[in-house]
């Protein structure tokens, strides 16, 4: 099965700019090398929130919004998919985020395949 993992981050993960360089580097490493994991097919940090474009279709017309869906407290930061024999690897995987300890939260959905 394939799992998202998806990073949710909040405010206080802007305090990684303000670590010396080698502890933010530390950091950034850990999310290279869960690329790296067996299972791991694919993952990427995206832009911030404020670059999103949110699309809606209202009567047969496209109507976009600059910016997320919802303003939320803890905005997606990231991804992962990863393929698994059982929840359990996946929640693990996602136990080694960093933003899962540093005040952030980690979702690990099961994605329906077709």
Do not use: C, W
């Not at 832009?47 to 407290?73: C, L, N």
């Not at 690897?89 to 080694?96: E, K, N, Y």
């Not at 952030?104 to 959905?109: K, S, Y």
């Amino acid at each position: 099965m394939k799992y998202m993992i998806q990073i949710y981050l909040n405010d206080s993960m802007a305090h990684i700019a303000k670590l010396p360089e080698d502890e933010q580097e530390s950091i950034y490493g850990e999310y290279r090398a869960i690329l790296q994991a067996p299972g791991v097919i694919d993952g990427n940090q995206l832009q911030p929130a404020e670059t999103a474009t949110t699309v809606r279709v209202h009567d047969g017309q496209t109507v976009t919004a600059d910016g997320p869906f919802a303003s939320t407290k803890e905005p997606l930061g990231g991804y992962y998919l990863f393929e698994a024999d059982h929840p359990g690897a996946a929640i693990a995987l996602a136990s080694r985020i960093p933003a899962a300890r540093m005040g952030g939260a980690v979702e690990v959905r099961p994605v329906i395949e077709r």
